[in-house]
């Protein structure tokens, strides 16, 4: 067994958070060699992933030099072990990369815990019955970052993912997010950024904004697009009564109205807050969001985790990306798939986004040939534009992919009282 104080400095920071649980560990570390180590456990785990033989034959020799190594054999087994019962407690961006040991295959090591909890998943998977096809496109996602295509291979030219990716993968491991079509979703809870308000005579909704929130003058998120503290910011303020709610409107194009309203609450139930279960929304590197193609994507998820997780009863979509910028219709045709993606849901201002740099996730085709996103979105940071981040979110009962359900309404409402300044 290891002791942890005879652990390099740059483990045991990460370690030392749960350290009551590392020589329990320790105890049980098979005195000969980690199942989860040998060849043939990693070729079917591999294979269940979908890894190239290239990827296995590297892994292997991986985790050949990891069980050779005391300390990397120790943390393996500590991580493999404790990672689950700790989730909430281990903070992955810490962990370092084994460079010294393992040179150009560091970022593989990281892999090998995710392959050690294949069995765990399938049991998962075997319990829910979960589809085959699902199955197999959602831990695809590991594959598609060990590509050329993900970003530790665009960094580091060799195959890898860091800690942190490996902790999101784990969303994917724990059986809680699912590749459905183009898109990736999961349960989540909203956090609280706005809430919104469904008019019961004319199904109009309004997003309001949360209390203490500050806005640049533009309506965007003080932060975003990296500005900050502008003179002509405001703070939004939200009052609740028995009868009514006060606050600042959102428009469904992503900005903040610097015009306080009435909502009472007899005509406008809430209907989205802190809290709600939603399907949470993620964007995996692949092909271009075809228009159709996102709608069959959330068409289909709805049908899924209706059947699959019937207890959870989600109300809404939502996410935060930069896809969701809301200057985007200034810059692209009407006719982009972005921004006809953005036109069917309901944008709310966040902070985040590149400010006056290209959003990283802005490629050039397979060819390096500069794309007509590329040069509009060049051309416009040579104007003085800024890019942002920005949230949306799209209630289940309003999907009709292509309706623009949120746009189609009068702004301003013309059901809303707006109070005096």
Known sequence: MRDLDAVSSSWQKCIVPLAASWHPIQETIPSS?????????????????????????RLTRVARAVEEDHELRSIIWFLHNAYWPNRREIHMSQWPLPVETLEEDAGLFYVLPLLSWIPRL??????????????????????????????????HGSPGIDATTMSWLTMIWDGHLYQI??????????????????NKATRSLIALSEDNRIFLPNGLNDGSGG????????????????????????TPSGFAVNKKIRLPKNEWPEVFAKGSPTLDFHIPTGPPMDFETCGESFQKAIAFFRRYFPEEPFVAFECWS???????????PPDSNLVRFQQELYLYPCCGGSGNSMPGEVRRDDDGRITSME?????????????????????????????????RQKLPWPEVQVMDD
């Open 33 to 57: 060699g980690i199942e989860f180590l040998s060849g043939e456990f990693i070729a079917k785990a591999g294979e269940a992933c979908h890894l190239t033989r290239d990827l296995l034959e």
């Open 122 to 155: 399938q049991k998962i998977h075997r319990d829910l019955d979960i589809p085959s096809d699902v199955i197999r496109d959602s831990v695809g996602e590991l594959s598609i970052r060990l590509s050329e295509a993900g970003s530790y291979f665009r960094t």
């Open 181 to 198: 079509g183009r898109f990736q979703f999961g349960i989540w809870s909203h956090s609280g950024v706005v809430r919104a308000y469904r």
């Open 227 to 250: 500005l900050s503290g502008l003179e002509g910011s405001w703070a939004a303020t939200l009052e609740e009564t028995d009868r009514e709610v006060i606050g600042y409107p959102i």
């Open 322 to 332: 930069w896809i969701l910028d809301p200057v985007f219709p200034d810059i692209l």
């Open 375 to 407: 040069k509009r979105f060049s051309e416009y940071l040579a104007s003085g534009g800024r890019f942002n981040s920005g949230g949306f979110f799209l209630m289940i009962d309003d999907f009709d992919w292509g309706s623009q359900p949120y746009r």
